[in-house]
C-alpha cells in the first residue's frame, strides 16, 4: 500500500511502498537517506484501508533503517507518535 512520507521540515513528500504496518508503526522502503530518530509525517491516501487515519499527515520517528538485500533501497522502520 502506498505511503506518502515527508520529513517534517520539508515541504514536499515521497511517495513510498510499505512493507509492514500496524497501529504503532510501519515499514517502508525508499531511496532517499533517512537517519535514527528522525522524525517524520506520515499519510495515506483518503480511500486507503489503513490502521493509521486516512488523509492527515501523522507524526511518527523513524527506529530502524536496514539496507534491502540486493538493492539500492532502504527498510525504513517508523512508530507512531501520539
Known amino acids: 500500500m502506498p505511503v506518502h512520507v515527508r520529513?517534517?521540515?520539508?515541504?514536499?513528500?515521497?511517495?513510498?511502498m510499505t512493507l509492514d504496518v500496524s497501529g504503532e508503526g510501519l515499514r517502508?522502503?525508499?531511496s532517499r537517506e533517512y537517519a535514527l530518530s528522525d522524525r517524520l509525517l506520515v499519510s495515506f491516501d483518503p480511500h486507503a484501508s489503513a490502521p493509521w487515519q486516512a488523509g492527515t499527515e501523522?507524526?511518527?520517528?523513524?527506529?530502524?533503517?536496514d539496507r534491502l538485500p540486493k538493492s539500492n533501497a532502504l527498510a525504513v522502520t517508523v512508530q507512531r507518535l501520539s
Not at 501523522?58 to 533503517?65: E, L, M, T, Y
Request: charged share 30%.
Open 28 to 30: 517502508f522502503m525508499s
Open 7 to 16: 520529513p517534517e521540515r520539508i515541504p514536499w513528500f515521497e511517495e513510498a
Open 58 to 65: 501523522i507524526p511518527a520517528r523513524i527506529v530502524r533503517v
